[in-house]
């Protein structure tokens, strides 16, 4: 691909976050709940779509423990009508209100604790210092940060070649604070006016407008955008489809929940230009 800048996700992308956000996400099920998912079961909400949010990830299994209660309904079938309904927790919501009777939903939405599933998410991955620090406060559980468990899992010769040849910008669902721990840790410097993060809109992918403000600060013809998810690819194939100044190549990341054959299948399927098996495969490709 002959592209003028690089756009790259962070989350399974240039970090294994398996074991931090994800833990996360079961863990705080669990701790809310006394019941949860098994890990592997996240990628179901993500494949769903508009689950860029882990902290909406963690409130939908939240639902879907919750309605399991009442109603006997598989994690797939679950998924499954949440994507029918557009993806995200919204969606999430109106499945719980088509599977149960007005007063069960009326029992599961009071049960539900959005703030309480937030601030607990948060103690287990920040751990309790950077609980403090980040929130602000004492923590609702005391516990080392799963963030300090995050292997990296890009090159310095990736990285190396990337600064070199091209303009690089990231797009990330993680909170800025976040999302700048996890570049230090790479020790990959980026401007903060070539990332969008959480806190710098609204809409979330796989919305195109970061990606296409991006390409412009970034003042690029062409760009690759590499992740994860299939909404990441979308997020791709979304501002190509809306931006008639610029082309746009969304590209699959097989170091994230979907991998093999079934995940380049799941990537093809939403439009990726190319899918690789880790983000060091991208020197291949520019």
Known sequence: MDVDAVV????????????????????????CYDQTIERTDIQDFKNAGGFNNDWDVTDAVALYILTARHESVSIDQFTTQIAAQGGGLESAKEVVANYLSTTDYEIVMQTWNSERLRDVFQALYLGSDRYRELEGGDPPVHRKGYIADEPVLIDDTTIHMLVETTKIGILTGRPAAEASIALDR?????????????????????????????????????????????????????????????????????????????????????????????????????
Not at 8 to 31: C, E, K, M, N
Not at 257 to 279: E, T
């Open 8 to 31: 790259l996700d962070i989350d399974g992308v240039l970090i294994d976050v398996s074991r931090s956000y994800r833990r996360a996400i079961v863990d705080t099920v669990d701790q």
């Open 186 to 286: 790479v020790q990959f410097s980026i401007p903060p006016s070539h990332r969008f993060t959480m806190d710098d809109w609204n809409e979330g992918k796989p919305h195109p407008r970061a990606l296409q403000i991006l390409a412009d600060r970034l003042e690029a013809d062409t760009i690759v955008f590499a992740g994860d998810t299939l909404d990441d690819v979308k997020t791709a194939v979304n501002a190509d489809m809306t931006d008639d100044n610029r082309t746009y190549h969304g590209v699959g990341v097989l170091t994230g929940g979907l991998d093999g054959d079934a995940g380049r299948d799941a990537f093809n399927s939403a439009g990726a230009r190319a899918v690789i098996d880790s983000i060091n495969g991208i020197s291949e490709l520019i």
